[in-house]
């Protein structure tokens, strides 16, 4: 196999995790990049997918062991490296599948991120801080506006931060409605094309509005696209890059460090204040679209901390009592 028939192989490997999997555009990116990445350093071998070994595949991530990528990153790549030798031998265009006895690097387990309650409360706050004051011009309040609406939204909803930026403009003619009419939720298809329905605050809703108001003001043209958060660039509506640096600027307006901070980091915080308040599982697991519950289980690290603290503070024989 020499590289075209490498490259084809990966074609048809993507073609099949969009058409059989269902998986997201951002997901087949992802794992293009990746075994791009891998064919190169098997090439430099002078190997193939098809005649790669076992060694061969271990040899590629001390390679990227000794280039110092994080366990996370290299766990990532070989998670892609197994698939695709799974795919190959699947379709028998090899006997064998030289990736299925690799162990990947040990990682510890990761808990999410998360921002208190006052915390995220002290970040809307500034959110919300002079939005009608006529001295501000009028493009500054126009972006003040949809800072508060992404956070209000994020918050209130738990999205991604891909379907946030993405929200069609249907998503305020639903706001528009009230809650007896569905104006409560949004209508969401998420990863794998899995649809589920994303709450709306009362608060969320009026800052959408408001949000919606000002831009057919100013720019009526542009408030008739099918985005709700328009702009300029390539997608045709705002990017998770500019959410992220606004966030990071409000974060530091509020006075919390920037690098606590992103839209995951809200999203982790949507979830983790509703199994603090006594949400089911089940339900969090819902909202936020995974499809797998062990994906959720990772937020109950809040709870263990709460009960952890109220025996401290609350058990008659701690002695700290």
Known sequence: MGAPAAR???KDFLD???AERGAAKNTIDAYARDLSDYLLGLARRRRDPLSATTQDI???LSDLAEAALKPASSARKLSAIRQFHRFLAAEERRADDPAALLEGPRQGRRLPKILSVAEVDAILRVCREGLDDPARPPEERLRARRAACLVEVLYASGLRVSELVALPLSAAKVAEKPPEQGGGFLAIRGKGGRERLAPLTGAARETMAAYRRLLLEL???SA???WLFPSIGESGHLTRQV???ELKFLAAAAGIAPLRVSPHVLRHAFASHLLQNGADLRIVQELLGHAD????????HVLDER???MVRDLHPLNDEN
């Open 293 to 300: 519950i062990a994906t959720t289980q990772i937020y109950t």
């Open 58 to 60: 271990r040899d590629y």
């Open 16 to 18: 099949m995790l969009a």
């Open 224 to 226: 008739k696209q099918k």
């Open 219 to 221: 720019h009526p043209e």
């Open 8 to 10: 084809a192989a990966l």
């Open 243 to 245: 959410f992220a640096r």
């Open 307 to 309: 009960l952890k603290a």
